[in-house]
């Protein structure tokens, strides 16, 4: 098992955290962490890994910070 | 029909004109620019007789098409010496469109030192003198001006715009009395040279603009709101938080401005986020999602009040939470808010201002993150025009000069706002090439490369695609600026294939004509290259395409640096 950090942004936090350490089965992609959470890949507007964009099959690594945000468009 | 109106404040006489052909298809920017590019000689002084303000309500304003009622406001800028055009929510849009203005011109300084203003309406214009204004603060403006005609559409200048600060800006009566802002470049100074201190507009007697093909134009406008609903960013992140929804979005890219643009992160960050701004507004019984003119449907606005409950700000954007909450690093939105209110009052650009803050506490001025400090000097020193205050006022490229920094975030002397262009490189491309100076809105290229928003993903971090980016998102800009349209409308139209169709449709069915999607780029591309001629004109060469040397540096934590070279960026131009 690895640990990661995954920070949730906007809508994505409603009734469920703001930031959460989980440990997941190593070579764990960013989509089956977000389809865990009960979101669906299509509603990922930004995937990032340790600050940088990271598409759904991206593998995750031990202590890697993910962030995850709806479809926002800007100010 | 429509109709111009001219307003000379030398000779204090105002007339009507027919509108001259080649103006008549346009509105917004591309009228404004296309006016200052014929009128105005490009290496005026700004703030002298030649110069002139122009209004232009957009094309589509005064209609029932949602998101529609902005007022460009247009001259040469006393900040950046080049053309500008700086646009504004509120009501004057609507209520000039109604009266079959197309555009409002005021040209030439009165003798003396006596303050006038406008009053405009169905006949024209008229210059009375104002004493009793005079000094005073915009919220006072607009509540003694209500008092003497009622719910008028109001333009005024707050005590910046009377000193003629360079980050003076003219702010806009919105629908409940508060205040929107033609932000940018320095507009209010131009307003004060002519010794303006405000513009009544009153539409009494106006009814609904003219259609004529108002079953079209109902069908379009419908499909058109429904983009907008449809669309995640517009439907559902914009009304939920409005753009400070960007605070961590940007903060976990590594691209939000922090201690005067030294770092890309800020620790406090979800101090000042959308998301806690969201909250604490509910919490406090204000309202969350506010709209600034009739027939919003965005609401990216909202009603900040303080632990009481009481009113202290509407429209606190992203940039000015971020540029006085990390940049300056604050980090408190009790002090951003108050800080935002004292600006919208005194009427000095908050991204401006707040950009000169950061700067000046690089200076030693004061520290970072003395919030109580800023709020001084906003009461003190910018209200009272101290030697400090005018200072401040007139921009951060200036305060740089005068207290030896070395990191000044300008471009074209106008503030970099809230995007760091080293880890977002295509708004750094925009901040480069706009012929406004430093400014997101001129081709907001941060939904690109963070969100795959408006045209499918580039990778900030890389030079690839971002000229192209920049390009294409610069001229559809110029498109939403001429109509009258939030710049938000740029996201549903790059992702939803109905609604430039509407959009089109709506334009054909409001003037009877045949435009077709090209005729916008067309637009876009003339009004840019209008733009550029008059800055060339006035002296600007490709080498003040260019960013601060500072962001040479890397950007801490992710490393990024601005690394496009000058040919590369000069690329932009070859359209
Ligand atoms: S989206 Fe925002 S700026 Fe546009 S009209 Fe609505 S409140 Fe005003």
Same mark, same amino acid.
């Given at each position: 098992?690895?640990?990661?950090?995954?920070?949730?942004?906007?809508?994505?936090?409603?009734?469920?955290?703001?930031?959460?350490?989980?440990?997941?089965?190593?070579?764990?992609?960013?989509?089956?962490?977000?389809?865990?959470?009960?979101?669906?890949?299509?509603?990922?507007?930004?995937?990032?890994?340790?600050?940088?964009?990271?598409?759904?099959?991206?593998?995750?690594?031990?202590?890697?910070?993910?962030?995850?945000?709806?479809?926002?468009?800007?100010? | 029909?429509?109709?111009?109106?001219?307003?000379?404040? !030398?000779?204090?006489?105002?007339?009507?004109?027919?509108?001259?052909?080649?103006?008549?298809?346009?509105?917004?920017?591309?009228?404004?620019?296309?006016?200052?590019?014929?009128? &105005?000689?490009?290496?005026?002084?700004?703030?002298?007789?030649?110069?002139?303000?122009?209004?232009?309500?957009?094309?589509?304003?005064?209609?029932?098409?949602?998101?529609?009622?902005?007022?460009?406001?247009?001259?040469? %800028?006393?900040?950046?010496?080049?053309?500008?055009?700086?646009?504004?929510?509120?009501?004057?849009?609507?209520?000039?469109?109604?009266?079959?203005?197309?555009?409002?011109?005021?040209?030439?300084?009165?003798?003396?030192?006596?303050?006038?203003?406008?009053?405009?309406?169905?006949?024209?214009?008229?210059?009375?003198?104002?004493?009793?204004?005079?000094?005073?603060?915009?919220?006072?403006?607009?509540?003694?001006?209500?008092?003497?005609?009622?719910?008028?559409? &109001?333009?005024?200048?707050?005590?910046?715009?009377?000193?003629? /600060?360079?980050?003076?800006?003219?702010?806009?009566?919105?629908?409940?009395?508060?205040?929107?802002?033609?932000?940018?470049?320095?507009?209010?100074?131009?307003?004060?040279?002519?010794?303006?201190?405000?513009?009544?507009?009153?539409?009494?007697?106006?009814?609904?603009? %003219?259609?004529?093909? !108002? @079953?079209?134009?109902?069908?379009?406008?419908?499909?058109?709101?429904?983009?907008?609903?449809?669309?995640?960013?517009?439907?559902?992140?914009?009304?939920?938080?409005?753009?400070?929804?960007?605070?961590?979005?940007?903060?976990? @890219?590594?691209?939000?401005?922090?201690?005067?643009?030294?770092?890309?992160?800020?620790?406090?960050?979800?101090?000042?986020?959308?998301?806690?701004?969201?909250?604490?507004?509910?919490?406090?019984?204000?309202?969350?999602?506010?709209?600034?003119?009739?027939?919003?449907?965005?609401?990216?606005?909202?009603?900040?009040?303080?632990?009481?409950?009481?009113?202290?700000?509407?429209?606190?954007?992203?940039?000015?939470?971020?540029?006085?909450?990390?940049?300056? /690093?604050?980090?408190?939105?009790?002090?951003?808010?108050?800080?935002?209110?004292?600006?919208?009052?005194?009427?000095?650009? !908050?991204?401006?201002?707040?950009?000169?803050?950061?700067?000046?506490?690089?200076?030693?001025?004061?520290?970072?993150?003395?919030?109580?400090?800023?709020?001084?000097?906003?009461?003190?020193? $910018?209200?009272?025009?101290?030697?400090?205050?005018?200072?401040?006022? !007139?921009?951060?490229?200036?305060?740089?000069?005068?207290?030896?920094?070395?990191?000044?975030?300008?471009?074209?002397?106008?503030?970099?706002?809230?995007?760091?262009?080293?880890?977002?490189?295509?708004?750094?491309?925009?901040?480069?090439?706009?012929?406004?100076?430093?400014?997101?809105?001129?081709?907001?290229?941060?939904?690109?490369?963070?969100?795959?928003?408006?045209?499918?993903?580039?990778?900030?971090?890389?030079?690839?695609?971002?000229?192209?980016?920049?390009?294409?998102?610069?001229?559809?800009?110029?498109? $939403?600026?001429?109509?009258?349209?939030? $710049?938000?409308?740029?996201?549903?139209?790059?992702?939803?294939?109905?609604?430039?169709?509407?959009?089109?449709?709506? $334009?054909? @069915?409001?003037?009877?004509?045949?435009?077709?999607?090209?005729?916008?780029?067309?637009?876009?591309?003339?009004?840019?290259?209008?733009?550029?001629?008059?800055?060339?004109?006035?002296?600007?060469?490709?080498?003040?395409?260019?960013?601060?040397?500072?962001?040479?540096?890397?950007?801490?934590?992710?490393?990024?640096?601005?690394?496009?070279?000058?040919?590369?960026?000069?690329?932009?131009?070859?359209?």
């Amino acid at each position: 098992m690895i640990e990661v950090t995954v920070n949730l942004l906007a809508t994505f936090r409603t009734d469920r955290f703001k930031e959460e350490q989980q440990q997941v089965p190593e070579g764990t992609t960013v989509g089956a962490v977000v389809s865990g959470m009960g979101i669906t890949e299509r509603e990922v507007g930004m995937a990032l890994v340790n600050g940088r964009h990271a598409p759904m099959a991206h593998p995750l690594t031990h202590g890697d910070v993910l962030h995850l945000a709806p479809w926002i468009a800007g100010g | 029909m429509d109709k111009i109106y001219r307003v000379n404040m !030398s000779s204090l006489q105002c007339s009507v004109e027919p509108v001259p052909t080649p103006w008549a298809g346009l509105g917004g920017r591309a009228l404004t620019s296309a006016i200052v590019a014929k009128e &105005v000689p490009p290496t005026c002084h700004a703030l002298g007789e030649n110069n002139k303000l122009v209004f232009a309500p957009g094309m589509l304003s005064g209609t029932t098409a949602v998101n529609s009622g902005r007022l460009s406001a247009g001259a040469k %800028s006393p900040l950046t010496g080049t053309i500008k055009e700086s646009n504004a929510g509120g009501t004057a849009a609507q209520v000039l469109a109604r009266l079959g203005v197309k555009a409002l011109i005021i040209e030439g300084i009165p003798k003396g030192d006596g303050w006038y203003g406008l009053h405009v309406n169905s006949d024209g214009v008229t210059i009375v003198e104002e004493t009793e204004l005079i000094g005073k603060g915009n919220f006072a403006v607009i509540e003694a001006l209500e008092k003497r005609l009622g719910k008028t559409g &109001v333009l005024t200048i707050g005590p910046a715009g009377e000193m003629k /600060m360079l980050a003076a800006n003219i702010s806009v009566r919105d629908i409940d009395g508060k205040l929107r802002s033609h932000g940018r470049g320095g507009l209010g100074a131009v307003m004060g040279s002519k010794r303006i201190k405000f513009i009544a507009l009153d539409g009494e007697g106006t009814t609904a603009v %003219s259609l004529a093909d !108002s @079953a079209k134009f109902t069908q379009a406008a419908r499909t058109f709101a429904q983009a907008i609903m449809n669309h995640p960013g517009t439907g559902q992140g914009l009304p939920t938080y409005g753009t400070a929804e960007m605070v961590n979005i940007v903060n976990a @890219a590594g691209g939000l401005p922090t201690r005067n643009f030294l770092h890309g992160q800020y620790h406090d960050n979800e101090k000042i986020s959308g998301e806690t701004l969201r909250e604490t507004i509910i919490e406090r019984g204000g309202n969350p999602s506010h709209g600034c003119q009739s027939g919003c449907v965005i609401k990216c606005s909202q009603v900040f009040v303080d632990k009481k409950g009481k009113y202290v700000t509407s429209g606190l954007e992203y940039e000015t939470i971020e540029i006085l909450g990390a940049n300056a /690093m604050i980090g408190d939105l009790d002090v951003i808010a108050e800080a935002d209110h004292l600006m919208d009052d005194i009427g000095i650009d !908050s991204i401006e201002t707040s950009v000169a803050i950061g700067v000046a506490m690089d200076g030693g001025v004061l520290p970072f993150g003395d919030g109580q400090g800023v709020l001084r000097l906003l009461r003190e020193d $910018l209200r009272a025009g101290t030697p400090l205050g005018r200072t401040i006022g !007139s921009g951060a490229g200036n305060v740089g000069k005068l207290y030896g920094v070395t990191r000044v975030p300008v471009v074209k002397n106008q503030a970099i706002p809230a995007y760091d262009p080293r880890a977002i490189k295509g708004i750094g491309i925009t901040y480069a090439t706009s012929t406004m100076g430093a400014d997101h809105t001129a081709g907001y290229a941060v939904a690109t490369n963070l969100m795959g928003v408006g045209g499918g993903v580039v990778d900030p971090l890389k030079k690839d695609g971002q000229v192209e980016l920049s390009r294409h998102l610069q001229i559809a800009t110029v498109m $939403l600026d001429s109509l009258g349209l939030c $710049l938000f409308i740029g996201f549903p139209s790059a992702d939803d294939p109905t609604c430039v169709p509407a959009i089109v449709d709506m $334009l054909n @069915a409001r003037f009877g004509l045949e435009l077709t999607p090209e005729w916008f780029g067309g637009l876009g591309i003339t009004t840019l290259k209008t733009e550029r001629a008059f800055n060339q004109a006035a002296g600007f060469t490709s080498e003040h395409d260019r960013l601060p040397e500072f962001f040479r540096e890397p950007l801490a934590p992710s490393g990024a640096v601005w690394d496009f070279t000058g040919d590369e960026i000069d690329q932009f131009w070859n359209f």
